[in-house]
């Protein structure tokens, strides 16, 4: 499984988008200052995420949030996903 995500920073509120096989473990990665982009918003909570089966599914959706450029957009899969796990 492939996993499309959002995280949010606890620092200052920006998200960030990514795609990897093992979500829980790229979060701590994240979470443990391996990401030069993320390392200086530490620390990061997942917000949102999606699963594909295969990698290029995934890939291609993270581009497909990215290019939106949305902080409108990201904000409404999150009330999306949690209005539908009520």
């Known amino acids: 499984m492939y996993y499309v995500y959002i995280i949010k920073s606890n620092k200052d509120g920006p998200f960030y988008i990514g795609q990897c096989e093992e979500l829980d473990e790229r979060v701590r990665r994240h ?10 918003k530490i620390p990061w909570h997942i917000v949102y995420y999606e699963v594909y089966i ?11 949030i990215k290019k939106q450029k949305s902080r409108k957009y990201i904000l409404d899969l999150i009330s999306k996903e949690k209005v539908a796990g009520d």
Do not use: P, V
């Open 54 to 64: 295969n990698r290029c599914d995934a890939i291609r959706r993270e581009i497909q």
């Open 31 to 40: 979470n443990r200052g391996y990401t030069k982009s993320t390392k200086a």
